[in-house]
């Protein structure tokens, strides 16, 4: 029996046969079907909104300067993809121990969670080199190359002259933006039995193709790889991959100068769509040839056709036809200099929609925003499937455009700049692997995740005028804060701002320095109770020796000596109170001075206590306002007291100390030096410190602005309309703001929009706040602290249901699990 095969080997054209892929050559070098070689990075610039047009106008020349050294061979393809996203941290990698900071992540999870709500861009860079052939590499090879590299074959000459060059640009582009290279990666399978190899350049480029973004699992022998493409395309008006429609939008038309930056606004389209910027490079001699042929098209434009046939002169002279030639006189001039290359350039954006309707929708907004930037664009019919098979990575032929424009043009033209959306996983070492990060917040379509730390460094500057939202958002890091496990949090508030969030998850709240217990929970010290170790009878000594000082002793050996004997007495004896002390030290002048802080003394009631009843949980919160006007002499014993107690408690856990109105503490000598000392060792500890205030003046007279400044790689501003104002300016310039940044915060948006510098990024970002969020980080006025008190003191520690219940939240069924 005869079977005819032929009908079933030979096979008509097909998808994959439209795509140039066929081979990984080496980690991260795709060859193609024409010989070229291909290479890709995932790449992100600096922000551009908050960049000066100095600092836009520099990354640009840099730019230039590294593209102008390529030339015939190589062809560049930058690409900006815009992608929905809904990550939020999920509740397994969260600890919140109490129901009401689990319900405010809850809900904010669920904010970010609506489909289409957020987009989120990422930046790559596609390099390709197709040899050239010449007898030029031929003959080197002999003349000037060792008999080991005169073995070589020619594919072996050009993969390594391809990768020389590669690593070349790679160095450049790394002191100019942050870059990373696709590579291939080995993932063990079967217990390490065997490995499997994902390529991330074939998975971008299987991406580019039908827009569906997956790893790609490398067969053993990475060849004939054309089948990526493994897509049903539909030719037409409006093309289809995948039964999904597919527009392309081209820019067709290019205003008369450009500037860096000038289609920044594609990159906050709420779309889902790959703008892809192709440049196909040409030597300097050969765009002066070209180019010369356009100069003299243009010049015999320039006088009528009469005139030129019969030698005569007319009036007749098209003033249009002499700028042009004008014009490519002086890029032929350009070009000859060598200082920027010239080539083909062809930019599109592409988008797939499963609604033929809705598609047609997003092509138009962008089409409109584009031509509102002054460029041409239009909907690409009949070219549709040309111009998306240009847009793919490594294709050189389809839909390419003129006339030839340089890369100081291109280097304004490409999406250069990212929108920084923040670190996805929490950047301090000490916490575990994989950590969310601390808050995810949102600035306008595209999401963003605030860390406080920048590597191990959490501490934090939080300042701007009063009423622009601080307590607000210390409330709101607070609360984030507890979805690290074992989180610690110990706060010095001031005007009870922070009583609704404390009580709500069941934490301490201390009302330091009032007249009775009836205003809040007053806590009575013991600070002579724990003298165990030599480090703590050492501090206890150092601590009575400060309180002799401040009632205007002069302090002399004799008195070191009384107190560190009667220090080392009482650590032995039962007795450990100021009374205690007193009665045992023997200088009348020290028991003078002492007897301010005893059961005699006004501050007795704070310090003079046999026991203490001060207990450090999970979550405290010391309300001093109070205290801070009782004075130098009963303000510093008490707040150096608890300072002491909280360094004790640093046991590695993730922890915060926030210090709101912090310049006060800065004014006093001892608090500026106790400050300058946690900037500086607390970091170890895994401790962050969050120093907030709403005094411009005082923080710029504190005295340390300095050393906040390099401690404080985090710099959050609330907004301040006299930002730009004299005085104001050079506090924020002393920070190192610039202009651009200066206006920002002077034009934010009060209680909403707030600004944060880091080293990694800068941001203006909204916290998205609910109902729910707002009744225990907003709510800091008189009558709603007397309505959370009142109900607190009703209800025990469900008090939170019927609080929402007053502020309209009825929903809050996720609250009534109270254990």
């Keep these: 029996m005869v079977v005819a095969l032929k009908r079933f080997r030979a096979t008509g054209p097909s998808f994959a046969d439209l795509v140039p892929y066929a081979g990984l050559v080496d980690n991260g070098v795709l060859l193609l079907k024409d010989g070229s070689l291909m290479a890709g990075w995932y790449f992100a610039g600096p922000d551009s909104e908050s960049a000066t047009a100095l600092e836009r106008n520099e990354l640009a020349r840099q730019i230039n300067a590294i593209l102008s050294r390529l030339g015939s061979g190589w062809m560049i393809q930058v690409e900006a993809i815009r992608l929905p996203t ?52 031929a003959l080197s090879k002999y003349i000037y190359s060792d008999e080991e590299s005169r073995k070589k074959s020619y594919a072996d000459t050009v993969l390594f002259m391809f990768n020389n060059a590669v690593r070349e640009i790679e160095q450049y582009l790394a002191n100019t933006l942050s870059i990373r290279r696709m590579e291939t990666r080995e993932v063990s399978e079967r217990g390490g039995v065997r490995f ?95 180019l010369e042929r356009t100069r003299k098209k243009w010049q015999q434009k320039v006088r009528p056709f009469f005139d030129q046939l019969f030698q005569t002169e007319s009036r007749s002279v098209d003033q249009d036809a002499m700028t042009m030639v004008a014009d490519t006189e002086d890029a032929i001039a350009q070009a000859s200099s060598k200082l920027v290359a010239y080539g083909y350039y062809t930019p599109v954006i592409v988008l797939f929609d499963e609604d033929g309707e809705a598609l047609q929708q997003k092509a138009e907004s962008i089409r409109r925003l584009i031509q509102a930037e002054g460029f041409g664009a239009r909907i690409e019919t009949l070219n549709a499937t040309d111009a998306y098979l240009g847009s793919l990575p490594g294709n050189w032929y389809c839909n390419i455009r003129e006339p030839l424009i340089n890369t100081s043009n291109l280097a304004d033209l490409i999406p250069l700049n990212s929108v920084w959306s923040g670190n996805p996983v929490a950047p301090c070492p ?43 958002l210390l409330a709101l890091i607070a609360a984030q804060f507890r ?39 007053v806590p009575a010290f013991c600070p002579l109770s724990d003298l165990d170790s030599d480090a703590d009878r050492a501090w206890a000594a150092e601590w009575m020796e400060m309180l002799v000082a401040l009632q205007g002793v002069r302090i002399t050996p004799d008195h070191r000596n009384a107190i560190s004997r009667q220090i080392g007495l009482m650590a032995s004896a039962p007795g450990r109170s100021l009374s205690d002390f007193l009665s045992g030290v023997q200088m009348r002048e020290i ?97 962050a410190v969050v120093l907030a205030t709403q005094s411009i003046s005082d923080a710029e007279s504190s005295g340390i602005i300095d050393v906040l400044k390099e401690s404080c790689p985090t710099k959050i501003c609330l907004p301040n309309g006299a930002a730009r104002e004299p005085g104001t300016r050079e506090f924020y310039e002393r920070l190192g703001f610039n202009d651009r940044q200066i206006e920002t915060v002077a034009a934010a948006i009060p209680k909403r929009e707030y600004y944060v510098a880091t080293p990694e990024g800068r941001r203006l970002f909204d916290m998205a706040l609910g109902p729910a969020a707002l009744s225990f980080v907003g709510a800091s006025g008189k009558d709603d602290l007397k309505r959370v008190r009142a109900l607190k003191t009703e209800h025990g520690r469900e008090w939170p ?3 929402l219940k007053t502020r309209g939240v009825h929903d809050a069924a996720w609250l009534l699990n109270f254990d």
């Design 801 to 803: 249901i019927h609080w």
């Design 591 to 687: 028991k003078d001075a002492l007897h301010h802080y005893t059961v005699d003394g006004p501050m007795g009631q704070l310090l003079d206590a046999e026991q203490d009843g001060l207990s450090l949980g999970a979550f405290q919160t010391f309300e001093v306002e109070r205290l801070m006007n009782m004075g130098e002499r009963n303000l510093v014993p008490v707040l150096t007291c608890l300072f002491h107690r909280i360094e004790k408690r640093l046991d590695g856990s993730p922890s915060l100390i926030i210090l709101d109105e912090a310049w006060l503490m800065l004014g006093h000598p001892v608090f500026r030096a106790k400050i300058r000392e946690w900037l500086k060792v607390l970091r170890k500890a895994n401790c």
């Design 483 to 521: 979805r690290y496990d074992g989180a610690q949090i110990f706060a010095f508030d001031k005007g009870n701002s922070l009583l609704p969030l404390t009580l709500a998850v069941d934490g301490d709240h201390y009302e330091i320095g009032v007249a009775n217990e009836g205003e809040g929970r």
């Design 196 to 290: 499997a190899r994902y390529d991330e350049l074939l998975q971008f480029i299987r991406f580019c193709v039908t827009g569906e973004n997956h790893p790609i699992r490398l067969p053993d022998v990475p060849m004939y790889l054309d089948w990526i493409a493994t897509a049903e395309l539909e030719h037409g008006l409006t093309p289809k991959i995948e039964n999904r429609f597919l527009g392309v939008v081209a820019i067709d038309g290019l205003p008369a100068e450009s500037w860096p930056g000038i289609l920044n606004s594609l990159d906050l389209m709420p779309h889902t769509y790959r703008w892809s910027s192709r440049f196909i490079f040409l030597d300097a001699e050969e765009a002066r040839q070209t």
């Design 430 to 472: 000490f916490y575990p692997a994989n950590s969310p990060p601390l808050i995810q917040v949102s600035s306008g379509s595209t999401p963003f995740r605030l860390n406080l730390h920048v590597d191990d460094v959490g501490h934090t500057l939080v300042f701007g005028p009063t009423g622009s939202g601080k307590s607000t």
């Design 86 to 137: 809904i990550d939020y941290p999920s509740e397994d990698r969260c600890h919140f121990p109490d129901p009401v900071t689990r319900a405010i992540d809850a809900e904010r999870r669920t904010h970010f969670a609506r489909e289409r709500g957020h987009f989120e861009s990422k930046h790559a860079l596609i390099l390709t080199y197709r040899p050239l052939e010449s007898t030029k590499t």
